[in-house]
DNA sequence: CTGAAAGCGCTTACAG
DNA sequence: CTGAAAGCGCTTACAG
């Protein structure tokens, strides 16, 4: 059923029928209605959206690309409130939500008006074709492109105030928890640590890395272990890992919250108690992190704040207003009871956050 | 840049341009390189997806609509593990994801080759809208449409088991507490209750009562509390009502964890103990709940194995195969931290779930 | 207040 | 292995 069909039957022009949709004010009050009960009749749902989009040459929908497999991304807490934040703004602006993994870096680029790209490596292949494409577009948290319009955290500021956390609480032996990206890099060295294609894992690395030097423990001897995998299981096994590890660390600096999390339950299994006997810090303050037994002590970012400004940047550039500066949000420490002094005693204590 | 201009440039036809992408076996591979090559060359990313959509008649994208905000949709870790379910077969057969507010049921019903329809009121309009059009969907939990594609839960076995553990345990004076959906539904009123458009709701109700009935408790004594709206602040308002109440409940049914997290914080900050002195159980089992300070005792569903189904579901509508019979999902009580005999004392104690 | 005509970008059956 | 032509469903500037 289309236009045609309902101009037919009412013996009008389709444009009417267009205008009864589109136009309202261009026809009759009694005209529209017999329209739109003819449509009704004929099970007519209005304009079809691909007609629409190619005539219209737009699709009032924004992309939302990830590098995970469209599962991952939807579970991730810390995702999940980014997504709901772009949900927000995007709801109010009448625009749809499409979903996209990298994959396919052309569907990619031809589903939407506009892309949000969350979180990629550097040289991933959406960028080049959205460049390619003149796509508006706006990243979030990686990778770093001169000049593009940009909303992440500070990273490095919020690793640094937990490293220096840790430090102040007297820990000597401190171990990293990394990201697992899928790939497995191997984290331990150095050399390829420092091509590591995310830079939000670099820039928490080299947060860490400053307070820690700054408090006289040698990066050099802090092991960075990274989750061999996105999801639970594997980082289940790299906490087994760290716990097992020759270092015998007082602490650990997990990257997230989830990865904090695999951490706690893994000490508890194997009868290490957290903070008494290890402390473990984590990233993101993702809603569990305040409920978990003990709760974590983290780097709090507004995630729903970033999605919405993300969003805000996206539609002002759809409506061709000029690039905005890049937006860098505050990563601040959260201290809750998981740390404190290392076993043997430490420095000062600090006061807890009262919630 | 289009088809056309590539063609133009080469000196071919659009149409072998066309078949470099959708049909490589149709022409040479020199040509077909010659033809990508001006294509990056131009800046042109491939066929655009509506003048495709339009020509095939297809758009390989699943729609999910929900009844509220999309940014609830997102936030919510039950819906949001039903979404990671969809998507990862989403994914899988190359479609896109589409989120639709359930607002605008024309959109909703012209952007996606099909609709998920989640967890929406009776009468809905997506949903005639749907039908109009022979849209091919799938009902997620609500509404119950006759002889509609459907996934859902046993909601009624779930909160009767919820409601049977709390009997045992002895408890007589409960409470429960139901979703907030917006409008304000006085669910005291046992006559507008009956009248509730939320299938769900009226099932984990019935459930609830079932079992309060058949344990000695006559569900006329039992207050339904409602909170006034769908986010957190609403569950809190509703959670602090319910510990002011007359009734002073030794016991709270929560429809659903987050509900039952209002409850539990809202006891502490009236120095109340859950569970020595306030049962409270939820709905849902979401991965908060095992972390929660007390691990909270829930009904539990497999959202994202809901998510998967309804998925394939819909992919065997589209691609013409007869509709399957409902599916029904079990929904089974967890036991944990949150419950224990009323204070006075209650009947028999059941053992914990070991995690 | 209403209509005829052009064209958005693409793909496919058909012919060579 | 390649091409000419038709048409998917819609909307808009223009004319009346």
Redesign the interface.
């Given at each position: 059923v289309t236009v045609k069909d309902i101009a037919a039957e009412l013996g009008v022009s389709p444009m009417t029928v267009s205008n009864a949709y589109n136009r309202p004010d261009q026809l009759s009050d009694a005209l529209r209605q017999r329209v739109l009960e003819t449509a009704?009749r004929l099970?007519y749902?209005?304009?079809?959206?691909?007609?629409r989009?190619?005539r219209l040459?737009g699709?009032r929908?924004i992309g939302v690309v990830y590098d995970t497999?469209?599962?991952?991304?939807?579970?991730d807490?810390a995702a999940?409130?980014f997504?709901?934040?772009v949900?927000?703004v995007?709801?109010k602006a009448?625009h749809?939500?499409?979903?996209?993994?990298t994959a396919?870096?052309?569907?990619a680029?031809?589903?939407a008006d506009g892309l949000i790209v969350y979180s990629v490596a550097d040289g991933d292949p959406v960028l080049a074709?959205t460049l390619?494409?003149?796509?508006p577009f706006v990243v979030v948290d990686q990778p770093r492109v001169p000049d593009a319009p940009f909303v992440g955290a500070n990273d490095r500021r919020g690793a640094r105030e937990a490293a220096a956390h840790l430090v102040e609480l007297g820990h000597r032996r401190v171990a990293i928890l990394a990201f697992g990206h899928g790939d497995p890099w191997p984290l331990a060295d150095a050399e390829r640590r420092a091509a590591l294609p995310y830079a939000v894992t670099r820039e928490r690395l080299a947060g860490y890395k400053d307070a820690l030097r700054a408090g006289g423990v040698d990066p050099a001897n802090v092991p960075v272990h990274e989750a061999p995998g996105p999801d639970a299981d594997a980082a289940r096994v790299a906490a087994e890992a760290i716990l097992r590890s020759d270092l015998g660390p007082t602490a650990v600096l997990a990257m997230s919250d989830d990865l904090a999390?695999a951490v706690v339950d893994a000490a508890a299994l194997a009868g290490v108690d957290v903070p008494g006997e290890l402390s473990v810090t984590g990233f993101d303050d993702v809603?569990?992190s305040a409920?978990?037994?003990p709760e974590i002590t983290t780097v709090r970012q507004d995630h729903d704040r970033k999605g919405r400004l993300a969003a805000e940047l996206l539609l002002a550039r759809l409506r061709g207003e000029p690039p905005m500066s890049p937006q860098r949000l505050r990563a601040r420490l959260v201290v809750r009871a998981s740390t404190a002094p290392p076993p043997g005693g430490g420095a000062r204590t600090l006061e807890r956050e009262d919630r």
């Open positions: 009704a099970g749902a209005g304009p079809s959206r691909a007609g989009d190619l040459g699709q929908t497999p469209l599962a991952y991304a939807v579970r807490a999940a409130a997504l709901g934040g949900a927000a995007a709801g009448e749809h939500l499409l979903l996209l993994a396919d870096p052309v569907a680029t031809r589903g074709a390619d494409r003149r796509l999390f809603p569990a409920r978990t037994r």
